[in-house]
């Protein structure tokens, strides 16, 4: 099994920046691929950008050019740095790791419990 513990949620302006951490422990060694999904109650959620062990990122169209997503494989962490963000972008944000990425962009078989990112206008 295993955990992936979220931080780095809460309330910004508009403009503002936050950065989202996630650390992977327990077997590791199944996992390679991570990534972050969002979701709003009622909504379809959606993959905001993920990374494999090489490094290789994808992001969805809607935060190109304003996040970030890197990771330090010696501290099994992933982080997504949110720059420019807007109202839109509040939404509850949850980790994700599987063993193959293309699983990330289906049905990761880890995520985390969640962080909530509130962006005020």
């Known amino acids: 099994q295993v955990q992936l513990v979220e931080s780095g949620g809460g309330l910004v302006q508009a403009g503002g920046s936050l950065r989202l951490s996630c650390a992977a422990s327990?077997?590791?060694?199944?996992?390679?691929?991570m990534g972050w999904y969002r979701q709003t109650p009622g909504k379809e959620r959606e993959l905001v950008a993920d990374i494999t062990s090489l490094g290789s990122t994808n992001y969805t169209d809607s935060v190109k050019g304003r996040f970030t997503i890197s990771r330090d494989n010696a501290k099994s962490t992933v982080y997504l740095q949110m720059n420019s963000l807007k109202p839109e972008d509040t939404d509850v944000y949850f980790c994700?790791?599987?063993?193959?990425?293309?699983?990330?962009?289906?049905?990761?078989?880890?995520w985390g419990q969640g962080t909530q990112v509130t962006v005020s206008s």
């Open positions: 994700v790791a599987d063993l193959s990425r293309v699983n990330i962009l289906t049905t990761p078989d880890y």
């Open positions: 327990g077997d590791i060694i199944c996992i390679s691929a």
